[in-house]
C-alpha cells in the first residue's frame, strides 16, 4: 500500500498584493506513466506564519485561484481585500496580527489538490517581513 510522503513548505514571504504560497503540482510528462495519476495534492498539517521585524503585521489567507483573495474563500487566518477584480490588497483594520519578532501557528488538517478548481492557497500581508512555513504531507491521485 503506498504512502504520502511527509514535506516541509517554504519558508515563503507573504506578499503585500495577493500572492500564492502554496499550490500542489502535477505529474504530467515521463515515459509509461501508469494510467489514472495524473495530480499532487497536499495534506497540510501545521502553518507557521513568523514576523522578522519591530512592529506587528496582520495578514490573511484564501484559498482560492492564482494569486487571488475572492470573498467567501478565507481560510485560516481570515481577512478582507479590496482591489481589482480580484481583490489583491489587504482592507485596514482586518486580518490576523501578528506581534513583532514573533509567531502565530495553526495545526489542522486541510487537503488541497492540484485537480480543485480554487488550488491555491493566497495571501496578503499588511507589511513586508512575514514568513510562512509549515508540514504536511504530499501525495498523489
Known sequence: MAANKTVTFGPVAIPTT?????SPGTTTGGVNMPE???NLYYVIRHLRVTNRTTAA?????WLSTTAAATAGREVIWSATA???????????GTGVSVPA???????GL???????????LTGIAGATGLVIEGEGEIGVV
Do not use: H
Open 18 to 22: 495577493a500572492g500564492n504560497l502554496l
Open 82 to 92: 479590496t482591489g481589482g477584480p480580484p481583490a489583491t490588497t489587504i482592507t485596514a
Open 101 to 107: 519578532q514573533s509567531f502565530v501557528e495553526w495545526f
Open 36 to 38: 489514472n495519476v495524473a
Open 57 to 61: 503585521i496582520v495578514f490573511g489567507t
Open 110 to 120: 486541510m487537503r488541497i489538490s492540484a485537480a480543485d478548481t480554487n488550488k491555491f
